[in-house]
């Protein structure tokens, strides 16, 4: 069974910083597609970048691209999120998603593995 677990969040200022990461276990991760996803309260969880394990081509939301970048280390099994220039808008849960399979996607329901979440808080 795969687990996924996120740290790294945190309160920071406008302008700021962020390394997200998202240990993963119980899995063959290299034929799997993992993401990141935000939900801010009262909103819809909304994708945040995905990476292939195997090939890593990246895909991105066009209010985090230029900002966010999304990596792998395949040697610790973990995936990060580093996050600058860190606006308001940010502010949220961050989840670690994964799905099997080689098709980067952004629909929530194509994951089926879910990490706790860790928030973001980003204050102007």
């Known amino acids: 069974q795969v687990q996924l677990v996120e740290s790294g969040g945190g309160w920071v200022q406008a302008g700021d910083s962020l390394r997200l990461s998202c240990a993963a276990s119980?899995?063959?991760?290299?034929?799997?597609?993992m993401a990141w996803f935000r939900q801010a309260p009262g909103k819809e969880r909304e994708f945040v970048a995905a990476?292939?394990?195997?090939?890593?081509?990246?895909s991105y939301a066009d209010s985090v691209k230029g900002r966010f970048t999304i990596s792998r280390d395949n040697a610790k099994n973990t995936v990060y999120l580093q996050m600058n220039n860190l606006k308001p808008e940010d502010t949220a849960v961050y989840y670690c998603?994964?799905?099997?399979?080689?098709?980067?996607?952004?629909?929530?329901?194509?994951?089926?593995?879910w990490g706790q979440g860790t928030q973001v808080t980003v204050s102007s």
């Open positions: 998603a994964a799905r099997p399979g080689y098709r980067l996607s952004t629909v929530v329901s194509d994951y089926g593995a």
């Open positions: 990476i292939s394990w195997s090939r890593g081509l990246t």
């Open positions: 119980g899995g063959t991760f290299s034929s799997y597609i």
